[in-house]
């Protein structure tokens, strides 16, 4: 069964920090871009970042960027996202997506049919 598991959501101040795991079972990861994504309640999905997997090359939206890292070991078929300083407007579930190259503009639909693998999602919550 190929799917994708994210992991390491929960419940932090402003200004903490969570490490979001990215997980592949079924496949390997190594020559799939990954990308991460969020979606607050009520609102579109949004695409935060994505590692290429053919060059490596990063991306970030402008709301994360210098506060949010994106990284994978491809030994542990894992992506991870760091994520620093974390902001109240960072509250969404986040979902990793697998696929052959990023994909960083677009709607929903646009994004759920680039990617070819999608995570359940994980619950990020920045409250004080």
């Known amino acids: 069964q190929l799917q994708l598991v994210e992991s390491g959501g929960g419940s932090v101040q402003p200004g903490g920090s969570l490490e979001l795991s990215c997980a592949a079972s079924?496949?390997?990861?190594?020559?799939?871009?990954i990308g991460w994504f969020r979606q607050a309640p009520g609102a579109e999905i949004e695409a935060v970042s994505c590692?290429?997997?053919?060059?490596?090359?990063?991306y970030y939206a402008d709301s994360v960027k210098g506060r949010f890292t994106i990284s994978r070991d491809n030994d542990k078929h894992t992506s991870y996202l760091q994520m620093n300083n974390l902001k109240p407007e960072d509250t969404a579930i986040y979902y990793c997506a697998a696929g052959f190259l990023c994909k960083f503009y677009g709607s929903g639909p646009d994004f759920r049919d680039h990617y070819d693998h999608w995570g359940q999602g994980t619950q990020v919550t920045v409250s004080s």
């Open positions: 590692i290429s997997g053919t060059d490596g090359s990063t």
């Open positions: 079924g496949f390997t990861l190594d020559l799939y871009s």
